[in-house]
């Protein structure tokens, strides 16, 4: 079946440095990802969307990166500051089944030192 | 704009009893969404509603859970009888249409004793 997997579970960065964090996908048909950041005791909350017809896209302070070829997804955050701390999921949409239905990876955390 | 609206934030129960979640959507969405979040774990769907009618629940343990959505805005997630291991949190999360971007609720963190 379909899964959508992080490659580390936690990540460590100092203030001020960039931090990537990279999402590996098992279903090639996929067509649209998205990063959300959840904080504890919050809901996810979106960051970045990207769809396949695209291989980069940037937003304020972030990036995404999808290579097809590999079926990889990174998200990278330029100057990591402490509130970015959280836990980071790519989730992928199955827009194949006509649903808009999610399905999320496990997680990485993303710890950042002052 | 008002975000997507959960109750309770926090429910303790014991396990056989029964307990009822509720969402409001954001204004004009037409698409909702019910994901159950297993702590350590990423959100897994559990029911999707377009309007007031139920697109896909096919993950949904409908032998105690159930859902609705009578006049395609509010919704009302229920289960009972509870197990031990419905222990999560219970997310609402909403979008324009199913192929939009999807915004989600703060939860409702049900422990069952």
């Known amino acids: 079946g379909e899964s959508v997997g992080l490659h580390l579970p936690t990540l460590s960065v100092q203030e001020g440095d960039n931090s990537i964090i990279n999402c590996a996908y098992s279903?090639?048909?996929?067509?649209?990802f998205i990063w959300y950041k959840q904080e504890s005791g919050k809901g996810p909350q979106f960051i970045i969307d990207?769809?396949?017809?695209?291989d980069k896209r940037q937003g304020q302070r972030v990036t995404v990166l999808l290579n097809k070829t590999v079926k990889h997804l990174s998200l990278q955050i330029a100057a990591t500051q402490p509130g970015d701390s959280a836990v980071y999921f790519c989730?992928?949409?199955?827009?194949?089944?006509?649903?808009?239905?999610?399905?999320f990876g496990q997680g990485t955390t993303l710890q950042v030192k002052p | 704009e008002a975000g997507v609206a959960q109750s309770p934030r926090y429910k303790i129960i014991e396990k056989r009893q029964s307990v009822a979640f509720w969402c409001n959507p954001i204004?004009?969405?037409?698409?909702l969404y019910w994901y159950q979040q297993i702590l350590g774990q990423g959100p897994k769907l559990l029911i999707q509603?377009?309007?007031?009618?139920?697109?896909?629940d096919s993950q949904l343990p409908k032998d105690r859970f159930s859902a609705e959505r009578l006049k395609g805005v509010d919704s009302t997630l229920k289960i009972q009888p509870a197990k031990l291991e419905d222990s999560a949190v219970y997310l609402c999360?909403?979008?324009?249409?199913?192929?939009?971007?999807?915004?989600f609720g703060e939860g409702s963190w049900l422990t069952v004793v």
């Open positions: 509603f377009q309007n007031n009618g139920v697109v896909d």
């Open positions: 999360a909403s979008s324009l249409s199913w192929g939009n971007t999807i915004y």
């Open positions: 989730a992928e949409n199955l827009r194949s089944s006509n649903t808009g239905k999610l399905i």
């Open positions: 279903n090639s048909a996929s067509d649209y």
């Open positions: 990207i769809r396949s017809n695209m």
């Open positions: 204004s004009g969405h037409a698409t």
